[in-house]
């Protein structure tokens, strides 16, 4: 069972597993790559901002 890293009511933190610095570094990242960012923003394009920004990290991971 995979539990999201970033949910907090799983881990007691308000970015779950990350710090506040160490979550603001990923996002940096992983929005570094604006192709891949806008093809999320156009497959969930009910997501807001955050979400995006969510999936945008898991993608960089999953690459």
Excluded: H, I
């Excluded at 009910?46 to 990290?57: D, P």
């Amino acid at each position: 069972m995979f539990t999201p890293p970033r949910v907090s009511a799983y881990w007691g933190r308000e970015y779950g597993l990350f710090t506040k610095a160490e979550w603001q570094v990923q996002v940096r990242e992983a929005c570094k790559d604006k192709a891949a960012f806008d093809a999320l923003r156009e497959q969930y394009p009910e997501c807001s901002n955050g979400a995006l920004m969510e999936e945008a990290v898991a993608e960089m991971y999953r690459r």
